[in-house]
DNA sequence: CCGGATTACCTTGCGCACGATGTAATCGTG
DNA sequence: CACGATTACATCGTGCGCAAGGTAATCCGG
């Protein structure tokens, strides 16, 4: 039989590889923008819509209030985005671009064809992709937080 | 048009969302033994061939050396394995898997049906996402080191 | 309307990842 | 053989990403 660790490192490593090279990929790009990965991800969420509470962007992105507070903190300091407690109920925190957030969609205008372009996919492979993708994140989400016994 | 925008976003961000899922979904199992997936990544080479040099190592999981000094340090620190310095060549160090480092391979012997279940893709599915994250991780490498005009 | 549960967020600590910088050993060239 | 370049590795600083623990505001059952 063939080596079970060799052949599971395959599927995981992948994809724990490509996305390490696609950050690469990003990385220039959003460099001349002063921002990381993580950060343009939040900035795509608030351009969509913007002034939402902390709570709305972590369930847009997976990510947690540890991870998420001090990056906010971050784009606050350089001037991209506002925190405000809600007036209706104080521990919600809304977050709203700035004039500068906001214009740098323009400049950040590039990025996604550049991106697109680097990855070379054609449009078939990548909606496959993103169709796996999306599966296999459902299929190991509903294993690691509950699976068979999750008790809300 | 669409929103390049939201576009964008999809490939990318399903990549990033299902690393993170997958490594999730390994946390709790490796948690067991002790491990962290980066360090599982690393047994998982040396399992496959002992004694290498960490240049080996890091070429083998895309990983520079300010990820594997310390990561090899907490494994040395953990009875894992041991570094020694090449007498042919003083400055390449040499990691080799202590007994321990190499039982440790029985007790995640589990481990791999464990997370291929988890993942709930078929063997052809499986394959082809293979396939495609290999062809965007070597384009985007191409692009992120080099590209049109790298000088060597 | 009161007290316990829940919610939204923050902080701390640890372990990656990566860029930048440093150091010692080796190689290559004149 | 000298000496500049290269190689192999270590260290430091920054920014995620996540678990654990904390606080204040709100909700809810009696």
Sequence with gaps: MPDEFLLDEQTCFA???ASRAVTDTYRPLL??????????????VLWE??????KEIGEALHLDYG???????????????????????ERTVVISLTE???SLRTRAAGVPSAIGCALG???????????????LTASAASYSSGGFDAQP
Tied chains: 1, 2.
């Design 15 to 17: 994809l724990y590889a």
């Design 121 to 135: 996919l054609d449009d078939t492979e990548r909606r496959q992709l993103i169709d796996t993708l999306r599966r």
């Design 67 to 89: 991870t998420l507070s001090p990056l906010l903190k971050r784009l606050e300091a350089n001037g991209l985005l506002t925190r405000a407690r809600l007036p209706a109920d």
């Design 31 to 44: 460099g001349e923008l002063g921002l990381t990965y993580p950060q343009y991800l939040v900035l795509l």
């Design 49 to 54: 819509s913007d002034a939402r509470p902390v």
């Design 100 to 102: 500068e957030g906001r």
